[in-house]
């Protein structure tokens, strides 16, 4: 979701003083991607300084995605959230999957660059994290790194195939049809067998929007070790489980990265 209006987004930030922003710059046209920075919470003054690269989905820009952010730094991670261009105020641009993938790589190159908080020189350990759309994003740019321990998770949430399976459950065959002819194919399920472990895979059983039987499917694809985990809950709101399960899932993740070789 594109925001024409910068005052309406520089409001909405004003209301979470928390939240700072970068600028990273793609592409040969001079673009610019927006980069929101989530501070962590409990836990930050750990030994090991674990970064999250938040890759959201299709229909909500990166400031509407801040809630489910929560969950992450509650357990001392600090969470980058970019906009590909065609969101928020990132540069204008109709989106293609080849651009979105651009952008995910430009901005994975720039938070490599990043020092540490205040200098501490604590080591750093990232993780990848994709929502719906932003899994096989995610998926894409972790299958693409051959850095040796280059991130020490991959997690992915509300998961699918490939697109053409979403649209055929959306709409059948005449979707399938649709997304043929089209060039947007955003394959995870071939690109997952590339990726390197650990790997995380969270959905709900009541989503609509991507069925669970996708996220299984891409799951299976997926080399160990690796962790399903499921809630009775829908396509987004994973982070408003109730019973403390999903906040241990990022408990969890976060000691795998501490035990993780940097």
Known sequence: MVISDRQAWQNMLATRPDVSTLEVPVGDRNDRITVLRVPP???????????????????????????????????GMTVY?????GWGVSSPL?????SINEDALAVWQALQELPSPNGNGRPVRWVIYGHS????VAVALAAGLTAKHAYCALVVESSFTNFSDVAYEAAGW?????VAMGEQR??????????????????GENDTTVPMRLGQRLFKRAPEPKTWAQWPLGH???????SGRYDQVWRDIRETCERSPG
């Open 133 to 136: 759309m932003g899994s096989a």
């Open 174 to 178: 005449p979707g399938r049809w649709l």
């Open 186 to 203: 955003m394959d995870a399920e071939v690109l997952m067998a590339s990726v390197k472990p650990p790997v995380w895979s969270l959905h």
């Open 41 to 75: 919470g409990d836990g930050a003054d750990r030994e090991i300084d674990i970064r999250v690269l938040y890759l959201h989905g299709t229909f909500r820009h990166a400031f509407w995605n801040l809630p489910k952010t929560a969950p992450m730094t509650a357990a």
């Open 236 to 242: 987004s709101n994973l982070h408003t489980d109730a």
């Open 81 to 85: 959230v970019p906009d590909y261009r």
């Open 94 to 98: 109709l989106p293609s999957e080849d």
